[in-house]
C-alpha cells in the first residue's frame, strides 16, 4: 500500500504471538481511517481490525479477544498486537486505509504486507 510500510511478521507457533507495525512513510497516514487486512493464498482479502483517528476500533470476529490495534500518533504508526494465534491467522497482513463499512476496498490487500505463518 502506498504511504506505509508494514512491518514485524514471522514464524510463529500456535499459541504465540507477534506485534504487527506499521509506519507512515510521509508526514502522516494517507486516511484517519486505518485498518489491518490480510489475505491468505486462495483467499480474498479480508479486514482484520480498524481504527480512527479518535481511537475508535473495529475487529472482525474471527480475530475479536485475541487481536488488539492501537496507534501512536507521535510516532506516526499504528500496530497490530496478535495474541494466541491460530493456523488460520496464516496470511499476508497489509495495512491500508480503512472505510465506514469496515469492508475491504480494491487496494487493500495490495502491496508486499507482511507475512505472518503460524505453525501447529
Known amino acids: 500500500q502506498a504511504g506505509v510500510v508494514e512491518s514485524g511478521g514471522g514464524l510463529v507457533q500456535a499459541g504465540g504471538s507477534l506485534r504487527l507495525s506499521c509506519t507512515a512513510s510521509g508526514s502522516t497516514f494517507p486516511s484517519s481511517m486505518m485498518g489491518w487486512y490480510r489475505q491468505a493464498p486462495g483467499n480474498e482479502c479480508e479486514s482484520v481490525s480498524i481504527?480512527?483517528?479518535?481511537?475508535?476500533?473495529y475487529y472482525s470476529d474471527s480475530v475479536s479477544g485475541r487481536f488488539t490495534i492501537s496507534q501512536d500518533n507521535a510516532k506516526n504508526a499504528i500496530y497490530l498486537q496478535m495474541n494466541n494465534l491460530k493456523p488460520e491467522d496464516t496470511a499476508v497482513y497489509h495495512c491500508?486505509?480503512?472505510?465506514?463499512?469496515?469492508?475491504?476496498?480494491?487496494?487493500?490487500?495490495w502491496g508486499q504486507g507482511t507475512q505472518v505463518t503460524v505453525s501447529s
Open positions: 491500508a486505509p480503512a472505510y465506514v463499512d469496515y469492508l475491504p476496498g480494491v487496494g487493500s490487500c
Open positions: 481504527i480512527d483517528s479518535e481511537g475508535r476500533v
